[in-house]
């Protein structure tokens, strides 16, 4: 029975989640299959990937052959390293304690890329927020200082006509007088 690992699709149609398994090649796309081995999110940034490392390493030793798509997800989680350093230490080129120390060293390696990515995106999402504010205070600014000479002569004939009828009016005495008047 010739086994390969793919992708399954799940999810709601425009947003699709995939399980990775491990299926007969006969199977449908999304039928039956024999083991799940992880499960990818392609709709994240980054993708969101989890993988059984050592479940697929196993698939891969007895023979299952990845999809492309599979293949890179593997390649990009260490699975295929890890299959090349097992059969390393089969062959006798490595000690165990060796192969693991490797793939952990480049496990940290991986991780460390992957953060460096996530703390970018978050950097430059704020500094676009900050230069979209700039921008639009700007153009307010501009807008109000177009406003506001457009409206200049107005507003000064405005005041020069309150102007002149204050100065024509007479002035006001108080006729209200503190004593009440007599009845």
Known sequence: MPVKLRLQRHGKKGKPFYWIVAADARSKRDGKYLEKVGTYNPTANPAVIELDIDGAVKWLQ?????????????????????????????????????????????????????????????????DQKKAAFKAEKEANEKRV??????NAPVVEEVVEEVTEEVAEEPAVEDTTSEEPAAE
Do not use: R
Request: avoid cysteine; glycine fraction near 8%; charged fraction near 30%.
């Open 62 to 126: 007895n023979g299952a052959q990845p999809t492309d798509t599979v293949k890179a997800i593997l390649s990009y989680k260490g699975a295929l390293l890890k299959k090349h350093l097992v059969e390393g230490v089969k062959k006798g080129a490595l000690t165990e304690e060796q192969a693991e120390a490797k793939f952990q060293a480049w496990l940290q390696e991986k991780e460390d890329a992957v953060q460096a990515k996530k703390d970018g995106l978050v950097k430059s999402a704020s």
């Open 145 to 150: 200082a177009a406003i506001a000479e457009k």
